[in-house]
Every structure is written in C-alpha cells, then in structure tokens.
Nanobody, 129 residues
Framework: EVQLAESGGGIVQAGGSLTLACAGS????????IAWSRQAPGKEREGVAV????????YYDDSVLGRFTISSDKAKNTVYLQMNNLKPEDTAVYYC??????????????????????WGRGTQVTVSS
C-alpha cells in the first residue's frame, strides 16, 4: 500500500521560510515522480512543484519559481519543499502525491495533477502579512 505523509507546515510571517517534508512508503521511489500541490480555501488544487527522482528533473509553477525548491533524499524516501520569501497568497494546505516517471515534459505538462495520486492528508501553511 502506497502511503505518503506530509509534515513541516506552520504559521510564518511574510518573507519567512518553511521546509515541508513528504515521507513515502509502499512504492519504488526511483520509479515515481513526486508532486507537491496546494489548495487554498475556495480555490482549486494547483500543482506547485514536481521532482522526477530517476533523473532529478525538477519542475515549478511560475508562481513559486525562484522561491521554492524541491529536492529528494532517496535513502530516506523523502521529498522536501523548501519555501523561501513566503507570501500571504502561499497560504494553503500542501499535499504530496506520486505519479509515473517521465522525461521530456514541459513544466506545465509535468504539473498536471491528473497524473498523480496517493495524496497524503496534507499540511497547513499559513503566511501572515
């Protein structure tokens, strides 16, 4: 059974930083892409960042490019999302999910959430102004 668990959320002031972690089990990490998505109240879930562990490819939504960094610790089956210069509009519940491996996609294609499943329960990030 595939299981993912997010952690690291919290309350931070605008301009601050947080690091989220996604710990996974029940799947072959090298054969999966891992996606971070978020959902703010009243809004649709959106893709934030994706990492393709087999080639370390990373993909970001334009809204977080240059501020967020996705990385992986393959020995720990854990993917991280380092979030810097946080803004109030980053406030949301953040989720991680798995998907099939890929290569040669654009960021928009890689961030398509229909490709991913096994979403965790999420971790709340709140950025105050």
């Amino acid at each position: 059974e595939v299981q993912l668990a997010e952690s690291g959320g919290g309350i931070v002031q605008a301009g601050g930083s947080l690091t989220l972690a996604c710990a996974g089990s029940g799947f072959y990490y090298e054969e999966s892409a891992i996606a971070w998505s978020r959902q703010a109240p009243g809004k649709e879930r959106e893709g934030v960042a994706v990492i393709s562990p087999h080639d370390d490819g990373t993909y970001y939504d334009d809204s977080v490019l240059g501020r967020f960094t996705i990385s992986s610790d393959k020995a720990k089956n854990t993917v991280y999302l380092q979030m810097n210069n946080l803004k109030p509009e980053d406030t949301a519940v953040y989720y991680c999910g798995t998907g099939p491996p890929f290569s040669g996609l654009t960021s928009a294609q890689a961030l398509g959430l229909f490709q991913y499943g096994n979403w965790g329960r999420g971790t709340q990030v709140t950025v105050s102004s």
